[in-house]
């Protein structure tokens, strides 16, 4: 699952990845606004948000505003330098670190309404930790897919979907016309590939799901609601490691790496 990136990974590796993240991105989006009145997994609104309290000349709402963007923007920064670090002697090991630090922003966030009063505590500094692993996440599967998938927000995922839907209606309505007899469609019509149909659909239907999800764990259960995607993380980043160990335990690649000059894996082998 995370030892090959980009065009090297099969369409079954995207459709699995897609489908856990964007339910992790659907799950803490809701949880954030049940929380505490913010969305937390794109950066869209707050920017919104942020013209509107300069508009009103409120300082206060700018900075949370810009607190919000700024994390995302950190966590994103932050994943890539993780996956870029030559720390890592393997990128199975580098995803999972990825991970593990996302299950920790959110563990902090958990943890963080039960420690003494300080301000951390502030509502800002607990969206910025949400904001912040959202933007890790949106980092680390787009260099992992190759900037194919997206699991944070849907709003580019519903309009590529838009585009695949009027692409089949244009090639059912040449399959139409060829059967009737009749001039239904201008020019030719190629029938698309089903599997970025497939892939957007299952973003869709996962955030969806996670969105429902939050939202009614936090109604119920309130902080204690993100031990789920916590939990779900950490699991990832765990088989993450495995992956990398059990890549490392290659006979072709202990040999490989044994021979004078080699250089060191990388972890994208096929």
Not at 23 to 37: D, H, K, P, R
Not at 79 to 85: H, L, N, Q, R, T
Not at 159 to 170: K, M, P, Q, S
Request: net charge positive.
């Amino acid at each position: 699952m995370f030892r090959h990136e980009g065009p090297a990974r099969s369409e079954a590796k995207n459709a699995a990845l897609a489908a856990f993240l964007a339910l992790t991105g659907g799950y803490v989006n809701s949880a954030g606004f049940v929380l505490l009145g913010v969305f937390t997994s794109h950066v869209t609104g707050n920017v919104g948000r942020i013209a509107i309290d300069v508009t009103r000349q409120d300082a206060e709402g700018s900075w949370e505003g810009l607190a919000m963007v700024g994390a995302f923007f950190a966590g994103a920064v932050i994943a890539s330098v993780i996956i870029e670090s030559a720390a890592f002697r393997f990128k199975p090991w580098a995803y999972g670190a990825a991970l593990a630090l996302e299950a920790a922003l959110l563990l902090a966030f958990y943890l963080l309404p039960e420690a003494p009063p300080q301000a951390l505590r502030s509502p800002v500094s607990r969206a910025a930790l949400m904001c912040a692993s959202m933007g890790l996440q949106n980092s680390l599967v787009t260099r992992l897919s190759g900037a194919v998938v997206r699991t944070t927000h849907l709003t580019g995922v519903l309009t590529d979907l838009g585009i695949e839907v009027a692409r089949w209606l244009r090639w059912g309505r040449a399959c139409l016309a060829r059967r009737l007899g009749m001039p239904l469609v201008l020019g030719e019509a190629e029938r698309p590939g089903a599997a970025k149909l497939r892939l957007l659909s299952i973003i869709t239907i996962s955030f969806g799901t996670g969105s429902l999800s939050g939202a009614w764990a936090c109604l119920h259960f309130r902080y204690r609601a993100l031990s789920l995607p916590v939990i779900g993380l950490a699991l990832a980043a765990a088989y993450a490691v495995s992956t990398g160990r059990k890549q490392a335990a290659s006979p072709s690649i202990r040999a490989a790496a044994q021979q004078p000059g080699a250089p060191e894996p990388t972890g994208r082998q096929t």
